[in-house]
């Protein structure tokens, strides 16, 4: 398992670098499929893993980051000033999420509850596990499964779900 935001995969966080996705093409992911034809079992188990560990990118478009900026101006009155000095780190266009503490926890993440801006939580999060570099491969998956119990578990996704979710993906 990679230490590094920059290697292809972590599966420790929300997160599949962006060359990944830049060479994941609908072609890559037609072939992907074959192995999830069938479907594939989720259901989330609250563990908060996938939030916490290694450090990651958890990337909030421009879009998203308005988003959140009205829910946490709503529950908690803050600013974006605020938002933008003491939560985020600029990437790219927009911001991700700071996760630089020793046990590289999402800023997000609250041990008892979860993630605190669930609502308005960014895409990536919302379409884990079912990524591209998740769904390339029987051996991906399970080396991701071993980090995240929901997966192999509960709900069955079709392989149009899964293809919806995959082919929609931000990058
Ligand atoms: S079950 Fe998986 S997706 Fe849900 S919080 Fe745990 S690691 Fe994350
Ligand atoms: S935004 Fe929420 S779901 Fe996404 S990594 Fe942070 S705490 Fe987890």
């Given at each position: 398992m990679s230490n590094s935001q920059l290697f292809v995969r972590d599966v420790s966080r929300h997160v599949c670098t962006d060359d990944y996705w830049v060479n994941s093409s609908f072609v890559i992911l037609e072939k992907m499929s074959q192995f999830w034809k069938k479907g594939l079992q989720f259901t989330c188990q609250q563990c908060g893993r996938c939030c916490c560990g290694e450090p990651g990118i958890v990337y909030f478009s421009p879009r998203e980051f308005d988003a959140l900026v009205e829910h946490l101006n709503h529950t908690?009155?803050?600013?974006r000033e605020v938002i933008v000095r003491d939560y985020m780190r600029p990437h790219r266009d927009s911001y991700t999420a700071r996760d630089d503490f020793p046990d590289g926890h999402?800023?997000?993440?609250?041990?008892?509850?979860?993630?605190?801006?669930y609502e308005v939580r960014p895409s990536q999060c919302r379409d884990f596990p079912f990524w591209r570099c998740n769904l390339a491969s029987k051996s991906d998956w399970d080396e991701t499964a071993q980090m995240c119990?929901?997966?192999?578990?509960g709900r069955h996704w079709t392989a149009e779900e899964i293809y919806d979710i995959a082919s929609k993906a931000r990058l």
């Open positions: 908690r009155g803050l600013t999402c800023i997000f993440f609250d041990k008892e509850k979860g993630c605190s801006v119990p929901g997966m192999n578990h």
